[in-house]
């Protein structure tokens, strides 16, 4: 859409204005004068703008309302909404529609959806008898007009453009032969689909970082568990009550054994432990049928529960409202525990003035529930120990896990629901029985739910580890059969998935929320990491031949993203992911972007990285089409260029070969590559000399490779072509860098050391040999390599005596060389402010206007159109200039249809900017723009990065360090002061001068004084007369400035003061006036 003439306003200029509107048509035109009912225009008004200006007389008040401008709200709106459709055109006027369809409607940019994820089964049956029909007719291959025709009949989808089904057509016939077979068409879809699954497994990437950090620690007894503080802390328990604290890094804080070796008994054991973070206690199980609490903080004793009827083999606790909590443990016959306390704290300090048994207060568990505060409830709900119990607050219910294979994981409730019939059951046993409930659970018989209350899972083989997420809905599972089940809460006849993997049984799981992960670790000391939406393995962690101790304890920090396992030493796995760009930022790729290029057949970006990574953008709106990764197996790729037709790209690596791929869907089509070398490439260009067509590039190997290409089937891996005899002899000495054509027959290439030659591209020999000059008032030793060429093409067809070739220099400098008569340099000027070396350089196709950018990520806008006609000593009119990106610029594209900037960085963004500076927005943003639609635009913003980077800073005396920060303050409140006193002493000069009366001037005023030792009687008179006047002898004295105001009784009741009365008072006076 046109830009138009808009206005936007600044943050600090900005309104609220409201209109009364009657409908959205009614903002879209005015009231006419004849008022009525009429259809809204849903076509682009310049098609039928001839057709109403043969009408009445109304036709031209109809074609100036159709050519207003549509209100920047809607335009939003549409840009927001995306495929959501609009019956209000976006079109400005009948002109602007004769331009292409691409650039001139946003809206149907935003309601365009590509064929190919519409495209069903059943679609593809049809199109297939459809392609194999035409060709029983004798058409073999299909043309865009029969292949419209067919792709209509079979989809039968009504919205699909003509367009559309153009765009799949090209994307098809990506040698730009004009038809398409239908394995052409199949190989098309597949492959693209491939990619797209691909491309999701790299965003969901993870490992662990290898080799492990392994802590060895001293010998004894197993490591019993692992658990985590909020703080971070690990906690671990040996099985002869030794505790230790360690920082996530596995750095030892403190340790403590808390239990005392008796005298002829036996050693007491601990079964397990868990922390009460609230009450700064920590819990400990014991094979003494005891529950022991401790400071966290200190370790000591501070209570127990004892006297319980089982072993307590698996701990849990949880915070269940203020001040109140619940305990659990599972025992060895089968039995979850329930401990419920309130007024936890005044219970725990009661507990505490206890008796105490071996030095801690001891309370048994028949006399503890007796207290109003404490309620104990025992079910019975496996015939096999429990392996683990854990409850969750967010279904308030318990859930345990054994290896009994019917009631292998049962998810139930802590107290029992109201259940008439039950309730009646247990009545009337109780009633034969001479038994209550209570009494029941005081004498330790458990208690066993109804079948409302719980929900079983039978597993095979048991159940060893399980772990829940509310935020999936998902229960997963590990036990002896090494697979890893994954449950929906509520169905319990058959897993939702089953994880393949382990080849020893699964000890511990644990589920990650956030990353939409499965941490698993196996008995042999495997851990894995699996996707929970794919449910695939993403990474193994095999252990080494000298580890193959059995796991004792494992855990998983999702504070650190680390996971800890232990066995005879402590081994920590930190997480690795893809790097996540901060919140503020917005990036287009995970790694650095080293070249981008703009294909006008799409109208789409695709951009390539050190990761070799390639994606497609839609240049309309910003969005990513298409995304396809190991381009170049694990090598960076570093320069691409596109065919004449603009439907294939061929990309550069740092492997030493070049690959010509349909981008639409990753397919690679050629590899050109030299045998037996593996020199970087760093440029490449497409050329077309005579009828044939060549893919040329340079690199590290200083020569100038040539690939022949062809429409007809070549070999998969092509060679170059036999290198030009001056390329053997005089070439290059020293690595070339860049590489650039000028139609018909010019081309020219630089290298590192400071060289440029140009070539005859038609007969292969050298034009003319340059050499980059240095700056003024530099020694030799800098970097001179020339990492930048462009052709001035306009002047270069004449042959005109005029500079039309541009080189980069050292230092930021920018050369202009003419190549008649050997080459001879014009003019040379320093382009970069910051002396950073210039990276890219761009002109427009008239020549007027050239781009440069630097490493510093700025970008500088001169106007050469009458520059270096002749030798020049001044540099050319800086139109404008603005920071881009915060690193080193790697690609300049002017796209001279739409007007705009296209930029890419090594801080991994691609950016678009109209010409002007104003920034559109980054590729890869939430946001779509339109990129005709001004409002759609990041501007006035800019990228966060570069607002707060400190070279985007203005200069300053401060940051270039001549004065500190400390100066710069004292001097501004000294001018402060100097010019308050100012102000203040011409404010009162018609009043009284300033205040400002030393002892020596009272001294100097008294000896003045004239007056005689006696007076007359008239003399006398005149003294007391003007006694309460000023005297007038250079200024008044502190009292004489004094007013006398009455003492007047105020009322009881306060009354709003009267802010009039503030001119009584000179001082308040004077401050009214100033504000």
Known sequence: MPLGNKFRPSSAAGKLETYHITSILSELRPATGKPGPRRVQTSVPGLRCEVSSSGTGQ???????????????????LIKQGLRRHSVSLAYSAADSLRSLHTLDPARTLRKLKIEQRVSLEHLKKLKVAFEESEKNGRRSLDVVNFRRIVKNCLGLRDISEEQIQELFMKIDYSANGKIKWDQFCTYMQLEYTEKEESLSRKKWASFALPATVKEVCHGEPILRLRCTPDGTVVTVREDGAIYFWSPELKLKKSKTVFERPVN???????????MPEYNKLILGTGDREIQMYELSSLEPYCQISAL?????????CSTGPDECMILYGDAQGCVNIILMTSVGETLRMWKKLPKVENVPNIGIDNAVLSPNFTYIRWKVHEDWVTQVKYYDNIRAVISTSNQESSALVIGCTVPTTNIEQQMKELKEAGREGKGKKVQACAGLPLQRADCDQTVFPIYKGVKTFDFCKKHNLIVTGGMDRLIRMWNPYVTGKPTGILKGHCAPVFYLYISSDDNRIFSVSNDNTAKIWDIQDQCCLFTANPKASQNADVSACLYSPVVKTLYIATDSIALLTLRTKPQPQGNLTVSHKEPVLCCGYSKEFRQVVSCTEGSVVKVWDIDTGNQVFEFGGAHGSSAITCLTFDLSGRRLVTGGRDG??????????????????EHKKDEVCDCTYVKVNRNKYVMAVGWDRQIDMYFDSNDDLPLVQKPQPYWQ????????EDVLCIAQCPPSLLATSSYDGEIIVWNLVSGHLHCRLLSPYPPDCTEGIDRSVSSIVFMKTRARNVEFTACLLSSGPQGYVSFWSLINGGKIFATFEASRMKSHITKMAVTVDDNLL??????????????????IVPEQEAPKNINYWRAHISSVTSLVIIDEDKVLLTSSTDCTVRLWSIHGEFIGTFGQPEAWSIHTM????????????????????????LEGENSVLDIINAGQTENKDATETKSELHYKHKYPPLCISDKDIEEEINQMSYPEEHGKRL??????HTNKPPNHGGPKAYHTLKYFEIVNAPTTCERPDLSAAGIDPFLSEYMEEQ
């Open 851 to 868: 781009y440069v950018a630097d490493q510093s990520g700025f970008i500088y806008v001169y106007d050469v159109k009458n520059y270096a």
């Open 265 to 275: 008994r036996k050693n007491k054991w601990v079964t397990d432990f868990i922390t």
């Open 1020 to 1025: 006398r008179h005149e003294i007391f007369k």
């Open 935 to 958: 409002t759609s635009w990041k501007h006035p913003m800019v990228p966060y990065e570069i607002l707060v980077d400190p070279l985007s800073m203005p200069a300053h005396h401060i």
């Open 657 to 674: 070969c070049l690959k010509i791929w349909n981008f639409n869907n990753g397919h690679c089509l050629r590899i050109l590559r030299k």
């Open 309 to 317: 009827q089982t072993v307590p083999l698996r701990l849990d606790y």
């Open 59 to 77: 036709s031209q008040p109809e074609d100036s309302e159709r050519n207003l401008p549509p209100p920047e709200w809607l335009e939003r709106e």
């Open 726 to 733: 001056d390329d053997l002899r005089c070439g290059h000495k």
